[in-house]
């Protein structure tokens, strides 16, 4: 039975910064949802950034809409399902839904004891473990930051990329580790199809993907910049849902997808968008969101699902993070091993939760 929902709030500093083409992140405001019940709680962290600036959802606008519309659609009796189903007219807010409902899935598995690798159906134990390499400052740094990354076991490099600081980078790191290595780029929408033919360049260079070349709304300029360039395009700010997933792969607008649990309002239409492209053939990876352990350890267990064929965002914790909110996951061999104990497999370190706040506690009807 749910007994409440708590929200707390705290803060962590990235061990260095973070530059996408949309701004540098040197620490990541942090938002849980605790949901306590009779015998365990449950943990979600919630992905939203400080800005609107990767999509419209922000951290204090997820707090808002969690304790004003999600919380109170909340009884005894709910589950990860009936809120998901409950919280339907809510429009939009996935990283909101996607927070409550991961909250109450890692409580009731616990109760169920049963592990979330194990409900969503994974057949893995251990995933294979990409890194994503923000924007430096100048090529010699990008060759030493990837080189580092590759001497540490990563198994697949992401490049972020913005326009004018694309092919040279590829060109780059190409010449400098290889062919060999699995590489791709991501843009995070910076790019125009006006710009299609500069993006035809990274043709040369044997990507696994691009990520996201144009803006979230623009499927049509996707469509067209998939004919025009060979490099398969990979959508990730664009895909919110099943249906978004299944629209962009009917108009040929990605050939790949990037799965976010956060983005798709939750780790049932994670699972969704998986089966839909895995009864396509259409690969997936499992993206990152500078998550702690608490979001990394339920994105392992997506990332063990048959269709992620693809390596994904989900690095050790030491690659953003001094400590961990939760023990620590590490790169083995070029793998994360994948938790197999009840729910999430993990709860907060209380030493590290002590410095944090419960910000919030809403005792939930009893039916
Ligand atoms: O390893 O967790 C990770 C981060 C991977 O590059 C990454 N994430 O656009 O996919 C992205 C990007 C991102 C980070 C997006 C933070 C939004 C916030």
Redo the contacts with the bound molecule.
Sequence with gaps: MLRAIELWRGGIALVSP?R?S?GT?TSRDLLYVRAVGDEHSGWGEC?A?TEPN??SEYLENCVEVISRFLVPMLCADSTAQSFIADAAPIRGNYMSKATVEAALLDLQLRDQKISLAKFLGANKTKVPS???V?IQNNLNNLVRVVGEYLAQGYVRV?L?IEPGSDIELVRTVRKEFGDEILLQV?A?AAYTVADAKHLKQLDAFNLLLI??PLPEDDLAGHVELARQINTPVCL??SITSLDTARGALDLKACSVI?I?PGRVGGYLEAKKIHDLCLSRGVPVWC?????TGIG?AANLALAALPGFTLPG???ASA??FARDITPPFVIESGHIEVPNTVGIGVEPLPEMLANFKRTAVFEVAKN
């Design positions: 973070f996408t949309f992140d992905v950034g990767y999509s990409g890194v994503s923000g992401k972020k991501d995070n990520e996201q990730d700010e990037n976010k993206g990152g969101m500078l998550e990394r965002d989900i690095s690659r953003y």
